[in-house]
Each structure stands twice: as C-alpha cells, then as structure tokens.
C-alpha cells in the first residue's frame, strides 16, 4: 500500500547489505516524518488544555519570541511553495504519487499548530514548551537520513528533484536555527530565578546556573546573588501540606497506641508480679529497684509513643517528586544495560573482518547517545531526589519548631535544649539523605537481576558461583553493617553528653575561672572523648572490612566465574567477547551491591531518626482546658476554682486546691517563702502546668515577665517592642518609667545597641527592667510579675514601684499580680496572698493579716529584726551593676566597645549624683530629647552604627581557597608516616589491578591461539591461578590501607580536639563575653564531627578515585597511544569546570553553614523563652521568624545542589566523548588491534565517567570538609590568659595570713581603652572585714577582677602575703581565694561533683558545709542525697537553693581570703539573714572583701573603701567616716543610717 502512495520502494533489506547503506526514499518520507508529526500531534491538545488552566499575567513580546514565529512562518510558507509546486507539477497525468501532497498538507497544519503554541506560552512563566523542544530534536534526527539520502541523489549527478531538493535543505537548515533559538531562555519579568524560565534544553543541561557559576568564580558569592526557591518548596507550603495529612495519620497512630497500652495492662495484670513485691519487704531492695526504674525512666526507653506515621505522612506529602524521580531512575537503569551488549557488538566487528564499517560507526554514535540520554536521566533524577530530600528537611526542622512551641512541660522533659536542636539538626539530616537512598531499594533489585540475566548468556550456569559468593557476602556484610550501627547509635549517646558538658562549661566559664576549676571539667569531656573515639576506631575498623569486602567482591566474583567457566568443560575457552562484557556487567553488577549495604545502614540511622522524631512530634500538647478564656460578662479579671497543677503527672501536685479571685485593676501581692509554690501559681496561671483539677478563669490578655528575664539577641529596641510598633511617646515613657534612660546612655547606640545572646553583655537588672518595659509595651489586660523586683536596687525598685506598679503607676487601673520579697511595698497594695507549700495560707489586705498575726505577720517580724526601720537600707540609689541613675558621664569616658562594659560589667564611668532635683528633671528632659532626635534621625537616613553598639562579631566567613597549610595541620595530626604508608598501599592496589586488566587481556588472546580441543591444563592452571593471586593482592592492600587510615583519622581527631578543648578553656573571659556560646558548641559538634566522620571517608575516596582514573588512562594510551591526543583538550576542559565549580560550590557550603546556624540560635532562645512566647501569644510570629530563616538556608542548600548537577553533566560529557572517542579510535584503527584490545579499553572507559564524576565531588567535599579544620584552627588559635600554672610556685600554706596590698594597682579592660582603676594604694591586714562601695562603674567589680586576674594589670601590683600575684600562675592564686558569685551558677552532673569536682574532700566535710550553709535537711531528704542529679544550669533546684550552694563551695575552699560578690537580690529575707550569719561565723579567721549592694550589710566591717572614678576616696572605719562628713556619710544618710548601731542583727 504505502509502495503505491510513494510511487517506489518502501523497504528492502538489500540497501543496508552493502559498504554504502542507504535507508529507501519512500521509507524515510513516510515513517520518519510521521513520527515526529505524531508526537507533536499527540502531545500538543495537553498542552494547550494545561497552558489554559495555569495561565499567569501575559508577558510582553520579545526579540527571541519573535525570531521563532518568523522562522516557523517562514516554513508555513516553504510548506505552501511546496504544495503549490505539486499542483503546477501535476497536469493531470497520474505521475505525481499522493505522498508529495500528503506531506507539505500536514507539514501546513503542523506549523500552524506550532505558531499556536508558541502564542499560548507568552502566559506561562516558561516560554519554551519542553514538548516542542522534543519535537525539533526528533524531526532534525529523522531528517538526517533523507537529507544524506538527497544529497547522495544531488552527488551522482540526478537533478530530477532539484527543487524539491532545495526546499528540504532550507527547511532542514530552519529547523536546526529553531532549535538552537529554543535552546535559548526567556526572561520574566515576574521571577528572578532563571530555573522558572529556563527553556527545556537549559533545565536538563542546568545551563542557567552559568551565571551564579560565573560569578562566584570571580567573587565570592554572598546570600544576595542566591536566587530564592520555588514557592511550592518554601517552608510555610510544605508545612501546610504535612500537616493537612499528618492529623489524620496521627489519629490512626495513636489510636494504635491506646490498643496496644489496653492489651499490656490486660498482659500485665496476669502476671505474678504482687506476689514479688510483697516478699521484698528488705528496705534495701525497694531502694534498689526504686533506683533501677529511676535508670530506666531516665533513658526514656520504656515510653510508648505512636509510631509508624511519620513515613506514610511524608509520603502522601511528597508522592509526586517520588513518582517523577522513580520513572527516570527507571530508563536510567535499563539503558544502563545497553553498553555491555554495544561493547560485545563492537569487539565481535573488531575480530570480524567482513563486517562493514559504518555499522562500527553507528555502534560508536549510539554508545555516546546512549550514555548522553543516561546522563541526562540520572542527573535529573539526583535532582529531584535531593529536592526532596531538601523539602523533608525542611518540613521536619519547622514541624519541630512548631511543636516545640505547643509541647507539654511532661514531654519538654525528657529532652534538654540540646537535645532538641540534636532533632532538628542531626535527625532531620539523616532522613534527608535517606531520601536520595530510597529508590536504590527497587533500583539495586532490578539491575542486580538483570546483570544476571545477561551474564546468564554469556557465560551460562557458571555465574551461578560468582553470584552464590555474592549472596554469601550479603548478610556478613549486614552482620558489619548493623555492628557499626550500634557502635553509631552509642558515639551518638556520649556525643550527646559531650556537648552537654561543652554547652555548661562555656555558660558557666566564669565559675571555672573564679574557682580555676578547668582540669576537673576537662578531664570529664576527655573521658568522654575517649570512649567516642575508641568507638570511632572500631567504627573504623568495622568499615575497613566493609571496603574490603566490596573490594574483594568484584574481583573474587570474575576470578571464581572465569575459572569456573574454563574449569568445568575443556571446551570452554574465555574469549574477548565473553571476558569483557562479562566485566562491564560485573562492573555493573558491583555498585547496586555496594551500594546495598549502604542503602541499609542509611535506611537504618533513617529509622532511629524516624522514632526519635515521631516521639517529639507526636509528644502531648499543653492542654489549655484548665484554663477558660472568658468575654466581658464576666466580673472578675482572675479566678481560681479549686484548683490543682503539677509539673510532672507522675509526682504530686505542686499547687493545691487554691480559690483565688481578682478583680479587675486589682493589685495583689503573692509573698511566701523560697519553695512555697509562687512561680509555681505563676506558671499554672500562664497554662504552662498539668492540670490536675479544678481551673482558672481568665479575662483579658496576659502579660508575663519571668523571674529570670529571657533576652533576646538584638538591639535593645527589639526586646522591648517585641514586635509591635513603634510609638514613639509611648516607649519614651515606658524607658523612662523603667528606669532604662540612664543606661541607654552608657550603651553605644543607645537603644540600638546589640545585646548578646542570653542578654550576656547586660546587668541583671538591666535585664529585668528590659523585660518589664516589654510587658508594659504590650498593653494587656493582666500583668503577671515574678519577682521584677529582685535584681534591682531598692532605689529602683522603688522608682519601678511608684512609676509602674503602685497605685500612681503606669499601670493603674490593669490587674497585676506581683510576686514579690520586698516586704516595705506590701502597705501599698490592694490585698496579699500569703503561699506556703503550693496552698494559701492566708489572704487580705496589708492591715487585716497583720491583725491576724498568723504565718504573714510572722515573715514581716524576721524581717524588721533583720534590717531595723522598714525602709530598705542602701548603699546608695542604685548600684546595680550597671544601672546608672547618674548625670551624663563625660564624652571622653564613654567606653568605645561594649566589650569593655561587658568584660566585667563595670565601666569606666564616673557619674556624679547630685541630690539637686532640678538638675535631675532638666537632664531627664534632655537625655529624652536627646534620645528622640537620635530616632528621627535613625529614620531619615540609616546612621553609621556607633563603635561598640555590635557587640557579637558577625561569623567570620572564610572566603576563597582553604589555605594549604589547614591541609598541612590535618596530615600533620594524622601523621607523615601514615599517610606515606596509606598511600603506599593504594598504589600497590593500583598496580595489581592494571596487572589483572592486562592479565586477562592475555588470558583471552589464547582462545585465537589453541581452539577448545587442544587448549593445555597446564596453561589455564596458570592463567587462572595468576588472575586469581592479583585479585588477591588488591583486596588485601586495600585493608591494609583503610585499617591504617582509620587508625590515623582517629589520631588526628584526638590531636584536634585536644588542642581545642585546651585552647578554648584558656581563652581569656573577654572571648567568651564577644562570642556566642553557640558559635564555640558548633565547633565542637558540627566541625569536630566532621573532622571524626565525613574527612577521612572523603580523603579515602578521593585518593582511590584518583589511582583509578590514572590507571584508567594508563591502559587505553598503552592500547591506542595516539588517545593521548583526546586525553589533552579533555583534561583541560574537565580541570577548567573543576576549577570553576569548586570557587563556587565551596562558597555555598559556607553559605549553608552560616545561615544554619541561626536556625538553631533562634531555636535554643526560643526554647528558654517558651512562657515568656506562649504568654505574650506571639506563637505566629516566632514561626514566622523560623520560616525565614529556614528559607534563607534552603536557598542555599538547594543552589548547592544544583551546583552539583551543574558539574555533573558537564563530566559525564567528558567521560561520555571519553567512551566516544575510545570507541572511534577502536573503529579507525581496526586493522592493528585485536578484539582483546578493544574490549580491554572499552570497558575500562565505560568505567571512567562515575570515576571522574566522584572524583570531583570528592574533591570538592574534601575542600567543604576541610573547612572544618579550618574553623576549629580558628579557635585554637585564639590569644590565651597567662599559664596557670608557672616555675614560680607560691610557699606552700600561702596565704598564711590573708594580708593584701594594693600598689598604685591600675587597670584597664582592653589597651586602647581608658583606665577602669586609676592607681589603687591600700593595705587590707590579716583578718580584716572590708566592706567596698560605691557608685555604679566606679570600678568595684574591677577589684575582684584584679584581684583573681581576670583582668591584667595594666600598672602597680597586688601583693599577697608578699608574694606579687602577678610573677605567679592563674591558679596557684584562683586556687587559694574564695569568691561567692552574684549569680549562682551549677553544672549538671552530681551534688557532690558541684561542691568539690576534684574529689579533694571527704563526705564528712562536705555535709558539714552543707549544715552550715542550711542545706543539710533538703539534701538528707532527696532520694539520693549527694549523688542527686543536677539538671542543666541548675534547673531542678530553686534560685536561693543554689545560692547556698554556692555558699557551701566557698565554706569548703576554707581560703584565707573571701570576697564576696554580695548576691542576695534572688533570696527571700530568712535566707539573707542565713548567709550573713554563717558568714560571719565561718570566715571570721578569713580576710573578706564584701562589694556591697546595701549598706546594712556592711555596717559591722573593720573598714570601708569608698571607691569613686576608679580611685579610692576615703578609707576607713564606719564610724570615722560617718563623723566625717564625706561621700560615706552622705550615701548611710540617704538610706536612713544615723549611726553604725542603726543596723541591729
């Protein structure tokens, strides 16, 4: 039929049977245009249909749009010239077959539809059509035959169709422009990423990312050049998403969770387990068990949770990305199989030499086409996968923010912040890369079967021994893998433990240095190290045998096969056909099998990752029920309804069956004593406890300022608006109400002075009033107060008092409830509530309670013998650290940098207060004003920030190439010997692997010398046992090399984080005020762990990789020297994409690495800020803050990977012209090589392309891991304090005395800043009490800094029983004085361990200080006594608890010299006067040094040192400087003192 409609020949098989094949006219007019007119044809009603349906705003015309119309136009009317021509043509005789009008009709219609469609896609944001692009590429390929075909026909001199000729070549020539044009993309003006638009010749080849690629090899790239993702990937979609499908899936789980508790009660109640528990009746057993389940609950082993729907939720999610990536993970995988079965057609033409030469051609042709289409799937289904893997980590990381945020206390218990970041850091990680693992499961299934089944016929049953040693190998290498899974599962537990310790150490630095108790801690992290890294070196190990083992497979599987095949039946000879695409399969067969394992232990960690996670998210909520929210009908603002909370279900309730009302713009006092449940009632207000009966009811919005005052990291400004707007009059109010102007003053930049992280760079009370003035800003209904009063001076309490809380405040006619311990403002409130033991005492206004003379009049009696008059006596209005109620300082003492206020707190200052009130209100007006045109002028233009107003230094973002020398440190810790040695044996395996290849080459060369009749056993004995023994030789030194790298990595990781850890614990305090906490914890997790994991698997890969490659091109030049010619250009172009690449990639990775770690920061501050959050209702925002910033790193993460595509396709090119060119030379030289040759090359060139590809993706993962080192280098750098310890020891028994001299002592914070103390001259004698005043930054703190050398002197010297402090080391002298810090800081760890880490005391004299410091009876009364658990910072005891356990430290040091930082702000008044006693009973044979915040604590001393400027202005007894009338006198008379008697104790 189709021979009538083209009037010739359709198909005859005689064309291709000769040297000069041709395809039949007729055949490539038909079948070969229909074919791409189909598809068009086919596809092109879809397109239109979706066009329509996601059309966008219409995008003007361009030039490239334009050119493409005009060029399809232009063949719409070659199509009619043609059809025009065939009606002249056709004069009514039946010469012209149907064929010629057939095809210029469709071609008509065909153009018309392509105009159409290029028309619709100016509404889609890409304007080429990914079809349409398709449809040029196959209509050009399908041309190509009739094109040679007519040019053949022009050649032999026929001109019968010379303008139908014609017509075809134009046609043709415009195809190709088309195509070319297509290649190109379109801008939008809507987008700015270039992926939207990039046309579809760009988005397979990953063209677009030329640009980034361009300029970060110029210049280091900033996040600025990062385009943005997808809409669809960026975190608020895909959590929106995860959680429509998560509540369903979570139901069902949980549902699951209560059948599975109903049937192990019902199990449970079977068991004997009463009979047990009554014969035990022995004490010491019930304590026994008691502890054991303890243990248990500790582990959180034993919780039930519900399980299995985190995968079926990220499923439903993601199942279109899985789809997409399993289709063309799918065509990768079968024309995968299509080289072997080319490489044996080739080798059978090179041994055939009848065979004609193009079809070698053709064979070369499709092996490039085939691995280009290869290529091209593969890369695009990396992409996906890790677009996926990216969107999950995604999910995962702002799911758990989100459920950090409504998580019940019961559950937040079990993890430490540590913890959680671990979940979102590590867990989220690990199920990311298990998503580019997870189509290896069905993949690996599927090329392994199909390697055998073509293995089958080559080489028949005897495969069935290579595979059985495959299958063997299987589960031994299980067994390993799930060995080293346990070994990582247990490295995780003690890393865990490791940064614990790492996180108290560095909050509680300060302790440390005061104490000099560094070794204690380090020796804890070091044994912890050590067994991390003892597990790490059988980790190691575990892994060496793996590597062997996948080594030894390959090789042992083809030395088994092949002696199997020539053993088994003598005419079995190995020829190059069988030999060598048996390799290329086994080649093949080894990576799924490789991979195997890994697919397994990734899928492995992925699940402990899965339960881990699905145990946080699926955890409790709060349950706000207890807690009704009620309208305006109701009459009382606050109302307690029998009501009982607790912290932990488990344990009994804390509050107790309190009835409580408040009415509306009440003020109620709550007063109790430590332990009595205040903040505990607090809390339970706030909906932050368990309900166990009862409920609150609550009118209005809830204001919450905490006890210990959470701070955020930025500017002052931020923390108090919180938020909100700014309204100007309002906030200068509220800062002046709270006191915060004068210190705004003394902070560079005013309120837009940064503040550190955890307000590290603030005094307590700046803190507190800080978090006052938020609560005011937000204008609420309610204001729940803990205890804002107690870091503040009662000068500025009582400003705070009368400005805001009383009855004349800023908060008059607001109910507020006020937890409190300053007893003189009770008179002033409308009623008090008087807590003991979490239940009401007694409750009424300051008059009635007194009356009743029951538990209140009580606490108010011990009171007033403590302090005298009720008027709280200071020392002067305010001496808080830095809260200065001062004029302003002179210009040239306003410190340059924060540091210097922060370093100790005390700044250089010097403020003069006069009592004058006019001065007051007039620089009151002033500073406000001042303030005020300092914003507007922050609004008109942005100002240059003042020095110092940053205090935390942005991350030091290395840029460009990692220096060689960081290489250099790494070698060095691994060291020379072994890296010499490592390599050593890597060549060796090199050079047995090429001897192997060239043996076998050999072997196969036989089977043209002896045909299978006559082939001798003594010559296949040898040929076998030869091949056999090289296989050998390069499995073993390959273990020997991984043992010995294992061995050495873990070396180096020992070496680096020794230096480490020492460095950083004698850094000196100012590093650690300027740089966030957990910017040193990350080098210590993320960089260290890479430095232990990530870097020697990196190094290992990367120096096989690069033997193999040079043993690669060894054996194809030795073969076809003349390659070396190819090998040239190639190796340029490859080094050239390196180089580009790896400026780029490395600076992304750096990117990724700066903009995670505020994900976490945010995350941590949030976690210590939860009530403060949930208080305030600002959930929404804080989610909203987390969202950016998890975008911010997506971007980053997300151009990395296509970085890496990038690359990819740019290498497999290479390697695929590599295989090309190899296959053609094979070809061109066919008459000098055999086919042995040819196989022997081939099949090592198809091996190159993934060898290339990893070892630039080694390269570059070396050079992103090494930046690991490079930043851990960073800090062990970092400048050192002096050396604790020197040649010069003090006398043993130094201080003996206690006596103290001060020589013109002058000290400055940093050398280019001021003196802090200008020339002190004192003697302090033995056994002295000196009690130091002064006003805020005269310099107070700088004296005990001085003293325990915290700060350098900068002139004079302290002496010391004669000895100068300063010839001695840090902590000869630390060691033999005793500080009582102001904030009380504890470690986690035991009781004991707090008091005396060295173990240097007996347990005798430990519960002897605990007696004297009042703590013996609450100590006897845990469980576990001295070995009860501290939790982090402390957290399980109250603050005056630790208070007195700081006290206990000091009472056991029993030095000659105590000074005493007095911190009584956070204990109630009985406490106070508990410490004053023991003080002066246990330290009186002590010299002491008491800085005092209130005067009457320091009344009784020997002498007083009046300090001012930072220079001593009077010296002398209370009583002398009460008779003169000098500053003394005048500061005893503002507090209320006459006399020294006035303060009776």
Known sequence: MLEKFCNSTFWNSSFLDSPEADLPLCFEQTVLVWIPLGFLWFLAPWQLLHVYRSKIKRSPITKLYLAKQVLVGFLLILAAIELALVLTEDSGQATVPAIRYTNPSLYLGTWLLVLLIQHSRRWCMQKDSWFLSLFWILSILCGIFQLQTLIRTLLKGSNSNLAYSCLFFICYALQILILILSAFSEKDASSTNPSFTASFLSSITFSW???????????????????????????????????????????????????????????????????????????????????VKKKKKKSGTTKDFPKSWLVKTLFKTFYIMLLKSFLLKLVHDLLMFLSPQLLKLLISFTNDRDTYVWTAYLYSVLFFVVALIQSLCLQCYFQMCFKLGVSVRTTIMASIYKKALTLSNQARKQYTIGETVNLMSVDAQKLMDVTSYFHLLWSDVLQITLSIYFLWAELGPSILAGVGVMVLLIPVNAILAAKSRAIQVKNMKNKDKRLKIMNEILSGMKILKYFAWEPSFKNQVHELRKKELKNLLTFGQMQSVIVFLLYLTPVLVSVITFSVYALVDSNNVLDAEKAFTSITLFNILRFPLSMFPMVISSILQASVSRDRLEQYLGGDDLDPSAICRRDCNFDKAVQFSEASFTWDQDSEATIRDVNLDIMPGQLVAVVGTVGSGKSSLMSAMLGEMENVHGHITIKGTIAYVPQQSWIQNGTIRDNILFGSELDEKRYQQILEACALLQDLEVLPGGDLAEIGEKGINLSGGQKQRISLARAIYQNSDIYVLDDPLSAVDAHVGKHIFNKILGPKGLLKGKTRLLVTHSIHFLPQVDEIVVLGNGTILEKGSYSTLLAKKGSFAKILKTFTEQTGPVEEATVNEDTEEEDDCGLMPSVEEIPEDVASLTMKRENSLHQIRSRNSRSKSRHRKSLRNSLKTRNVNTLKEEEEPVKGQKLIKKEFIQTGKVKFSIYLKYLRAVGWFSIFFIIFAYVINSVAYIGSNLWLSAWTNDSKTFNGTNYPASQRDLRVGVYGALGLVQGAFVLIANLWNAHGSTHASNILHRQLLSNILQAPMSFFDTTPTGRIVNRFAGDISTVDDTLPLSLRSWILCFLGIISTLVMICTATPIFIVVIIPLGLIYVSVQIFYVATSRQLKRLDSVTRSPIYSHFSETMSGLSVIRAFEHQQRFLKHNEVGIDTNQKCVFSWITSNRWLAVRLELIGNLIVFFSSLMMVIYRDTLSGDTVGFVLSNALNITQTLNWLVRMTSEIETNIVAVERINEYIKVENEAPWVTDKRPPPGWPSKGEIRFNNYQVRYRPELDLVLRGITCDIRSM????????????????????????????GQIIIDGVDIASIGLHDLREKLTIIPQDPILFSGSLRMNLDPFNNHSDEEIWKALELAHLKSFVSGLQLGLSHEVTEAGDNLSIGQRQLLCLARALLRKSKILVMDEATAAVDLETDHLIQTTIQK??????????????????????????????????????????????????AKEAGIESVNSTSF
């Open 209 to 291: 990312y030329d640009s980034i690629i361009m300029k970060g090899y110029k210049q280091p790239l900033t996040l600025e050049d990062v385009w943005d993702v997808d809409e669809e990937i960026k975190t608020k979609a895909l959590v929106s998403t995860f959680e429509k499908h998560m509540v369903g899936e979570l139901q069902k789980a949980r549902k699951a969770l209560r059948g599975r508790q109903r049937r192990k009660a019902w199990r449970g109640s079977g068991d004997g387990l009463h009979g047990l528990n009554k014969n035990q009746s022995q004490s010491q057993d019930i304590i026994v068990l008691e502890e």
């Open 1328 to 1355: 002295e009490k000196i009690g130091v005043v002064g006003r805020t930054g005269a310099g107070k703190s700088s004296l005990t800094n001085g003293l325990f050398r915290i700060l350098e002197a900068a002139g």
């Open 1482 to 1531: 246990e330290f009186s044979h002590c010299t002491t040094i008491t800085i005092a915040h209130r005067l009457h604590t320091i009344m009784d001393s020997d002498k007083i040192m009046v300090l001012d400027n930072g220079k001593i202005v009077e010296y002398g007894s209370p009583q002398e400087l009460l008779r003169n009338s000098g500053p003394f006198y005048l500061m």
